[in-house]
């Protein structure tokens, strides 16, 4: 069973629709991290969360909204969507409490096309 | 911020070949990860190796982090190999990776 869960994995839909994107851990990591990949790019930071209450705007964060819900828990959200944030998102965990410092892993990420 | 950068940014072998990847990082780290981007876009992690040497069956790498790079070594390629490999960084300042541009490996028969 996958230790880093995201829903949905393929989404296709129209400029200025609100759009959530959800990722589940099972691995009982406090931090969690949302990335973006462009074709032909690296992943960049868009938001991350050390903790419920613990929430920090990455180097995108513009046009991007999260939700930390629970520890296990955290919501990707574009209020309107834009065809320029079509890209590849992944959620990413990591403990350097419990784990290697900053070893972070991620989910199988969602495709996101806006139309 | 950090700058990241990985080479070659193409790489085009036959099954069996051996290959060095390189990453280059512009400022201390404190952690610094290998992944590889497989055809389905899934990223599987390599290693973690913010310094030193790790070895996992084919694949090896090495950081020098005094001298702010990292190789990663790919010995008997094979076509399950194939796909984008991204070494990514954190300097630790609020634990985010910065990622490189990736090297693209394409492993034929």
């Known amino acids: 069973d996958a230790d880093v869960t995201q829903t949905p994995r393929n989404r296709i839909t129209k400029t200025g629709k609100r759009i959530m994107l959800e990722c589940s851990q099972t691995k009982g990591h406090d931090r969690m991290y949302w990335y973006r990949q462009d074709p032909g790019l690296g992943l960049r930071l868009i938001y991350y969360?050390?903790?419920?209450?613990?929430?920090n705007k990455g180097e995108i964060s513009d046009g991007y909204s999260v939700s930390r819900q629970a520890q296990a828990k955290f919501s990707l959200s574009l209020e309107s969507a834009i065809p320029n944030q079509t890209a590849l998102y992944f959620c990413?965990?990591?403990?350097?409490?419990?784990?290697?410092?900053?070893?972070?892993?991620f989910g199988p990420g969602t495709r996101l096309t806006v139309l | 911020g950090i700058q990241v950068e990985q080479s070659p940014p193409d790489l085009i072998l036959q099954e069996g070949a051996n290959s060095t990847l390189r990453c280059n990082f512009s400022?201390?780290?404190?952690?610094l990860q290998w992944f590889h981007q497989n055809p389905w876009g899934q990223l599987i992690n390599l290693f973690y190796?913010?310094?030193g040497t790790k070895q996992n069956g084919r694949l090896s790498a090495t950081t020098v982090a005094t001298e702010r790079y990292s190789l990663l070594y790919i010995s008997s390629s094979q076509t399950t190999d194939s796909g984008v490999y991204f070494c990514a960084v954190d300097p630790g300042t609020a634990s985010k990776l910065t990622f490189g541009t990736g090297t693209r490996l394409q492993v034929t028969l």
């Open positions: 990413a965990t990591s403990d350097p409490v419990r784990g290697r410092d900053n070893e972070q892993f």
């Open positions: 190796i913010p310094s």
């Open positions: 969360s050390f903790d419920v209450k613990d929430i």
């Open positions: 400022d201390s780290v404190n952690n």
